[in-house]
């Protein structure tokens, strides 16, 4: 096999699809985000992605079935007013090394050029530690002005000389970037040690308005719900790696050698 | 060399058969339960797996014989009522990097594949961190319904939405299911920081009866000694290696640079 | 794509030229040194280099403009005294993992070399810990005796039997070496813990020395002020990173298993 | 350039040659032994070994002078009562990743069975963590029973059931085993904190006796006071990297994402 394997589900034709990557982050604002998306406007998977660069671990899934590590790829076809094209990139992790996200990230970011992407965004949740208001802030950053405005115009607050955006979330941007596909990221105000709806429901709007599109945000605090309670236990496996882990890594020369 | 090379002992024709899985985990559970099946069954190591990616280091044996990190495969033919073939796969390592865990277990699933195996059991602990009842529980989950059903009929309680499987139990299942090979996990109910032969002795249970063989378990809390005593210096081993190591990996950006 | 890439932006034809080296590190100070060097001669950027070995993240730049991790290469002709030609290497991240700082490394100076390199500085800070006096000395190493003379002549203290030098500021001279191109590297003396404008200061004017040129150190605090303010956040965000990080490698064996 | 380089400096034809590896490793016993027998002997260098797998440094030698990481091979011919061959390993440090050590101990090993490497010896500390006896002891263990023998017969400890060997001290007797070239492994008590010139004579001993060759160990003392200064700052700065790359390593799901 091959690191990473890319299986086509359904052959597909797209027009200049907007490409949304919204892998696990922070609060799982992105990955609730677009979970939500996907299903009240009815998305269709066509590709899975699985990769030797996830962690090395499956999911215990409802009534005991096993789930692999894996991203997927949704496509949606001439919605909103503007009849757009768009590719959904969701999943239950990312690439875990540094190098391994790079590599992933370039080949999914491969392989969506394929359909001719025209546009990234990319989703995710900005921590702040702390409560946040009742209506959290949506932030931005972008590759170009040209996308810088039309996040002012969404009334989405620019981050400026403000640190980074590290993962998929940066990635696909700054590889997009590269080869000439301009995006934005979306970053949604979370405390960022909960799935926060609030914060996946802010972001939601900015998209919608960036997209011109409309999408139902009401049975999303229902849905955040239910990714907490599956996502706690998984947090607790995690945290329980991350415990035994600890500085389990490389051997040095002090050894009998 | 390659990464990871099999060396095969005994050419041997196999009828469908089953892939056990056991490597060194949670309590030694899986490993200590498969050891004793292959020693009480008379089961005859066919192959040897060595890997670049095991811990870089060899064990001290009996009488100061060195042993090298491996992975063994056994087979057993015409065992039990329904004259099963099984391929079972112990060792005193698993891969130590996530890539290498991935890259290993796909070897190895590709070679047993070789030999038309059908299904897959991965055998490993559940870690309580505490006291165990004196009969532990066997908790499972698998790739299907099909195997689910058959972990109910026999007794065993199935773990749902529940975390995960991390690696080698996770990831033979989760590389079998995607190539149509289904299976299932057995997980031996065990505190987690001693050798456990009641736990083994649990899960041997469970699986002789999902697979209709018989096992004698009588000598097993005599091998569970065996193992203790070896592993007690291993572990204070590998204690300093994590002591030594904590932290010792990348360099980072404030060097002199 | 390929893990590193290098893209060349102008093509220019260079007469045997010196190779600066100035990536991030202790206190800034090669970095900051450079940058300034690179704004006052009016140095021209022929050259951009992508790698997967950096950390897999982007920066949020002024006005919310993305910017890739990178490394840049910028020349200057016929300058100084002696009319010589320039290389000089700067950027906003080094290699993350040792194999990738080598990989990077080497890839680099095979670049440079198709050139003509002849000789290479490699610009860093020499972290003290506390308080430097006002005037903060240069240190000194190189790789070969006739080098070590140099610096001597431009009164550069020599470390001797003194630790070592990690990082890119290390490798391009010991990657050098082995291929008959030799070098010194410059440490000014720094506490390290914030952007050191006078220890740039010091080791601008020894370069200036040893190449015979001019270079005016009169904007490098308002310079070192600006660099402040950009690392603030990205430090803040690396530091984020580094707790969160903390022992999440890789898996042991006493998983699940 | 290929991650490992192996430059031959001198064309030599041996005669069945024993392969002696002693790279850095506890107390530093095995090194100072074998550097300590090179110049006795007076043995010639006929090989370098360069490679990614080191750490991305390099150190500051005598007078300034910048000395790349290095493996080194020396060869001795004819020597001791039984006019023998011998291949001796030597360097400033191993290879820094598991993967990395399995790489390169793998492409030494190939490297001299071109020579015909009939036997291998690795040397090294045994840590007790405490201060030990004056006359401290030499423990072994080997890859076959008539191996052990041989130690027996020096009178040398055979260590049993006892943990076991990391680094290259092992991976070169667990390599070479799987091909059919048996050795053994020397062990000196040391306290492991200092470089340790009362357990480096006792391995020489016993070396000696196995070897049946004689080496003076009268200047050992004064080699080790020079080892001890050169490695006080080669330590401080290893200390300084493991305290700021502690736990800088790989980022994970919960950034913004």
């Given at each position: 096999m091959n690191p990473t394997e890319i299986n086509i589900l359904e052959e597909v034709e797209l027009d200049n699809p907007i490409f949304i990557e919204a892998l696990p982050g922070i609060g799982h604002v992105g990955k609730l985000a677009a979970d939500h998306m996907i299903d009240e406007l009815e998305a269709t998977k066509f590709a899975e992605i699985y990769s030797y660069y996830y962690p090395p671990q499956v999911f215990i899934g409802e009534d005991g079935i096993i789930k692999n590590m894996i991203n997927e790829l949704y496509y949606l076809k001439d919605i909103g007013e503007d009849n757009i094209d768009l590719i959904i990139l969701v999943g239950n992790t990312q690439g875990l090394s540094p190098e391994g996200q790079f590599e992933l990230c370039s080949e999914t970011l491969e392989f969506v050029k394929g359909y001719?992407?025209?546009?990234?965004?990319?989703?995710?949740?900005?921590?702040?530690?702390?409560?946040?208001?009742?209506?959290?802030?949506?932030?931005?950053?972008?590759?170009?002005?040209?996308?810088?405005?039309?996040?002012?115009?969404?009334?989405?607050?620019?981050?400026?000389?403000?640190?980074?955006?590290?993962?998929?979330?940066?990635?696909?941007?700054?590889?997009?970037?590269?080869?000439?596909?301009?995006?934005?990221?979306?970053?949604?105000?979370?405390?960022?040690f909960f799935i926060d709806a609030e914060a996946a429901r802010a972001i939601l709007e900015k998209l919608a308005i960036l997209l011109n599109i409309e999408v139902n945000t009401d049975k999303l605090e229902e849905r955040a719900e239910e990714t907490r309670e599956m996502l706690i236990k998984a947090q607790q496996m995690e945290q329980d790696i991350l415990n035994k882990a600890a500085g389990n890594d490389r051997d040095d020369l002090r050894y009998i050698g």
């Open positions: 001719g992407v025209s546009k990234i965004f990319t989703l995710g949740g900005m921590a702040t530690g702390q409560q946040t208001s009742e209506n959290p802030k949506v932030y931005g950053a972008a590759t170009c002005e040209e996308n810088i405005e039309s996040l002012k115009e969404a009334e989405i607050e620019i981050r400026s000389n403000d640190g980074g955006i590290v993962g998929a979330s940066g990635l696909f941007l700054g590889l997009g970037m590269r080869q000439g596909i301009h995006g934005s990221c979306l970053m949604g105000e979370t405390p960022g």
